[in-house]
């Protein structure tokens, strides 16, 4: 299982960044996908998932309406579309695959938010 994060930056306040991740070694269209993010000094948590077909979608709280997730099964591809980014979204986001009750997870791509 490889999955490899890209597209995050420095960006100022209220606006928007676009997560991907290409994921490899496994049947992508066959599980939930999943963005978590680690602000320093907190744990990580879980921004948003989809499901293994793109019909469902989960967001924490503290993104909801801002970010989007979605999927492309013939791409193999998870994305993170971040809208209206405050300073408190700042964070090492990571793509996640949860299989046979394994977590698997990227490297990680750093977002900050900054004026």
């Known amino acids: 299982v490889q999955l490899v994060e890209s597209g995050g930056g420095l960006v100022q306040p209220g606006g928007s960044l676009r997560l991907s991740c290409a994921a490899s070694?496994?049947?992508?269209?066959?599980?939930?996908m999943r963005w978590y993010r680690q602000a320093p000094g907190k744990e990580r948590e879980l921004a948003a998932l989809i499901s293994n077909s793109g019909a469902f979608t989960n967001y924490a709280d503290g993104v909801k309406g801002r970010f989007t997730i979605s999927r492309d099964n013939a791409k193999n591809t998870v994305t993170l579309q971040m809208n209206s980014l405050k300073p408190e979204d700042t964070a090492v986001y990571y793509c996640n695959v949860r299989r046979h009750s394994t977590d698997y997870w990227g490297q990680g791509t750093q977002v900050t938010v900054s004026s």
């Open positions: 070694g496994f049947t992508f269209s066959s599980y939930y």
